[in-house]
């Protein structure tokens, strides 16, 4: 194998997929993310809105989920105020880089989380995934802040 087991993975704030990650003011590190499952064959898939919240050292202490819906058939303005009030829910934070363990909650029955992906064979690598969707992938070195789409 390529690469080594991710322990801790970085994520930089920007303005895209990691506009909202940080730390509170009560020293607590966040993330706010929209996981979805895509709509294919029979399924028609589904939204969620899922706040992520982690210690210092990177564990995950705290998570909300909330289900906006089958993709596409919901209210979008809904679906923002919805996101807008777990955000103030956080009060004053600052938007900047965490640094987090891998975690994979079962809400529903649908794994949720950064999970970690073995590699399949010698010439794979690790990587840790943000699903539903896989929207975020992060790859070695795991401290770079960086995720491919």
Known sequence: MNSNKPVIVAIDHDDYHAEHVGRTQDGLQFFLTTPFEPAISNSQGCEYIALFKFD?????????????????????????????????????????????????????????GLITKEPEDEDDIWAVELLPGNYMAFFEPWDSGEYDT
């Open 56 to 112: 210092l050292s990177g564990n995950l202490v705290d998570s909300i989920i909330d289900i906006i819906g089958s993709r596409g058939s919901y209210d979008e303005d809904a679906r923002k105020n919805k996101y807008l009030a777990r955000l103030k829910e956080l009060g004053d934070v600052t938007y900047q880089r965490i640094e987090v363990k891998p975690f994979s909650i079962n809400h529903n029955g649908v794994e949720i």
